[in-house]
């Protein structure tokens, strides 16, 4: 191919001056075949790209094939039922509800009901008319040494930083949470002027990095984090130990991103990439997490205050409740993350094979914080693919009391899933820093469909509940969800994930959790 080029160069060349020697005009067939010439010399010249030194020019079209593959994999190839990681038959309903479309489907299901893994409610014979039913319910967070307990809907958004998400992309859901008495989660990048110009209700995250709550050195700062939890619009705090996408890792900015608004919200260098430390400086013992807890609540003057963790070793949970008894000090609520969670940026390693699936980690949870007896002080939020009023009739069946959503909330904003957020390039202006894409992103339109997206799935969520014969969702128990985990063989969440009695963890420890509960110290992890 190169020799191909070489020749081919000459000729054209050779042709072209022959040409222009007998008719002058001629000549500027070098303005389409110069710049052609030119990228072949430099593609057989560079040396880092192999298919390019041996295929000039034609070897440029790999690499612009690559780029387009995942938007013709999308549009083109994808089926309804199998997109990757959220199919468009969930993207459909999501973008349908935000912007006030029919969202029912015609023909039947597309899904095979026969396959493993299908799940599916039981009703009943009797169910509840839904128009008679609390349309918006709410949960109280906050347990005995919380003196401004919190009314928090059912769904609220998850955490997404500004910097990971654009400033449109963040008053857009502010506002929106606004208009649908919601809570919005700032991320742990700090809260930004654009998280309080709406008014929406914040749930402002505290991570490894201290952002907004840090001194100098990046180590936590009373001062500044008061400063911060005292604001009107911060309603809970919530402390992050771990992410779905990530865990173990630590959060990262990328410098594209990091521009100086944003460096000077999270007191670091503008222009360089941000990584948050994987652990927490402020402690290293259970003990000391769970009086660090009670540090931020008393700070703030009384907010709930909770954690955020992605489950990982089974002992490390059961010495933070052995801790939270010993000292009687107990979070107001604890975010469950799932390892399908996720917005940004990780590393492929963590994104696909670290960190337990929201539904087992859930489980797990909720068990041991009814086996030490503490379920009555801790409220449980669930976080990971929750698109719809199902998945979360499914996480409260499993002990969740509320949730948060995350790419269901990017997507009612405009996300469609590019799958660009690492790269500064998302074109819908939801995950970018780049102004010019921004201006893509219209906060008056996108914060109505925001708020619209949360009414429908909380109303889709409380029909559901009606079908069901139930009239609250503490009503929901795991018998109620079941699976397909074989052709000819369904068993219930309950069988899948057997509760444990209350009390159990204290006196006679399951079967299944004693080598986790004998490993598991509240002195260290």
């Known amino acids: 191919m190169r020799k191909i080029f070489i020749v081919s160069s000459i000729v054209v060349t050779a042709l072209l001056l022959l040409w222009g020697y007998f008719w002058l005009p001629a000549l500027f067939g070098f303005v389409i075949v110069g710049p052609v010439i030119a990228m072949g010399i430099q593609d057989m010249v560079q040396k880092k790209q192999s298919i390019k030194r041996n295929f000039p020019v034609f070897g440029r079209l790999r690499y612009v094939f690559e780029d387009m593959r995942p938007k013709i994999q999308q549009y083109f190839v994808e089926s309804d039922t199998d997109g990757s990681p959220i199919n468009r038959n969930d993207r459909s309903v999501i973008y349908q509800r935000a912007k006030k479309q029919v969202d029912t489907t015609p023909f039947g299901t597309q ?3 026969y396959a493993e893994g299908y799940e599916w409610m039981s009703h009943s014979i009797v169910p509840f008319d839904f128009h008679s039913m609390n349309h918006s319910p709410r949960v109280m967070v906050g347990n005995k040494d919380c003196k401004q307990p919190y009314s928090a809907s059912l769904l609220n958004v998850s955490a997404m930083s500004f910097g990971s998400l654009s400033g449109n992309a963040v008053e857009a859901l502010n506002a929106g949470a606004k208009i649908g008495g919601f809570a919005h989660n700032t991320g742990e990048g700090g809260i930004s002027p654009l998280h309080v110009k709406h008014g929406g209700d914040l749930i402002w995250q505290v991570g490894t990095g201290y952002f907004g709550a840090r001194d100098e050195n990046g180590n936590f700062s009373p001062e500044a984090f008061k400063k911060n939890a005292l604001r009107p619009e911060v309603k809970m705090i919530e402390l992050k130990l771990s992410q779905g996408a990530k865990p173990g890792h630590g959060g990262i900015l990328p410098a594209k991103k990091n521009t100086p608004e944003i460096a000077a919200i999270r007191n670091v260098k503008p222009g ?38 992605c489950l990982g070793r089974k002992s490390e949970f059961i010495s ?13 609520f604890i975010t469950v993350d799932g390892g399908e969670g996720g917005t ?14 929201l539904l087992e ?14 379920r009555q002080h801790i409220k449980v939020i669930a976080s990971g693919k929750i698109l719809t009023g199902f998945h979360m009739i499914r996480a409260i069946a499993l002990g969740a009391d509320m949730c948060n959503s995350a790419r269901a909330m990017m997507m009612a904003i405009g996300c ?29 339109d996108k914060k109505v469909r925001v708020a619209n997206f949360h009414k429908y799935t909380i109303e889709s969520f409380v029909e559901l509940l009606a079908a069901a014969g139930l009239d609250e969702p503490r009503k929901l128990n795991r018998h109620q969800i079941s699976r397909r985990v074989f052709m000819n063989e369904i068993k219930t969440l309950e069988e899948i994930y057997p509760s444990i009695p209350v009390g159990s963890m204290l006196r006679d420890v399951p079967e299944q959790y004693k080598k986790s509960c004998e490993s598991a110290s509240a002195d260290k992890f």
Do not use: W
């Open 111 to 113: 899904l095979d009901v």
């Open 416 to 444: 469609i899933q590019a799958l660009e957020c690492n790269k500064n390039t998302c074109p819908t202006g939801v995950a970018t820093q780049d102004p010019e894409l921004i201006k893509g992103l219209d906060i008056d």
């Open 320 to 332: 933070i409740c052995k801790a939270m008894v010993q000292k009687d000090i107990y979070p107001d």
């Open 272 to 309: 360089t990439t941000v990584f948050s430390p994987p652990y927490h400086s402020a402690f290293r013992t259970p003990c000391e997490m769970v009086d660090f807890i009670k540090q931020l609540r008393d700070l703030s003057g009384g907010k709930p205050v909770g954690f955020k963790l």
């Open 344 to 357: 940004g940026a990780a590393p492929p390693e963590f994104s696909n094979f670290v960190g337990m699936p």
């Open 361 to 374: 980690g859930l489980a797990f949870v909720d068990n041991m914080l009814k086996g030490f007896d503490i």
